[in-house]
């Protein structure tokens, strides 16, 4: 009876293991990324709808529509310089936009706790420029999946 049960216990375990690990594989980071940083002001859609809009000075943009509005291209690069902060146009004034390459390194202003999962993204040289880096792409990645044709 003791053996019978113990072997339906690993059986579940290890179903449930599984199921964990195929779970973790369907995982948008990206997705996730943009849903905690970006929809408030971007809408969950990325259409320039998030529940923020009204309190902005300028609306935010219409995320869907940047490979149209680039002749059918990505601009990848641009996109990733927006969210990094690093491009900025001065007769525009400031940027209402928050520069995410600041926010997204967890690793500032140490000692507080830091998710392990970051300290796995930072590789050997535990680097935050990395985990910045990594999680800025997988946003880029992401809006690029989500353009209109």
């Known amino acids: 009876m003791i053996a019978s049960s113990l072997k339906w216990l690993m059986i579940a375990g290890l179903s449930a293991g599984i199921a964990g690990a195929a779970q973790a594989q369907d995982l948008d980071i990206g997705k996730l990324e943009f849903q905690s940083s970006c929809a408030t002001c971007h809408g969950a859609d990325g259409k320039g709808n998030g529940p923020l809009r009204e309190q902005l000075k300028v609306p935010p943009s219409d995320l869907t ?27 525009h004034g400031t940027r209402e936009m928050p520069i995410w390459g600041e ?42 999946r989500i353009q209109q044709k």
Do not use: C
Not at 65 to 77: E, I, Q
Not at 110 to 137: C, F, N, T
């Open 65 to 91: 529509m940047l490979a149209r509005n680039n002749n059918g291209v990505f601009p990848h690069n641009a996109v990733y310089e927006t969210i990094d902060g690093s491009k900025t146009v001065p007769a």
């Open 103 to 144: 926010r997204f390194n967890p690793i500032i202003n140490l000692p507080h706790y830091v998710d392990p999962s970051y300290w796995k993204m930072a590789g050997p040289e535990q680097s935050p420029e990395v985990v910045v880096r990594k999680r800025i792409l997988a946003v880029v990645d992401y809006l690029g």
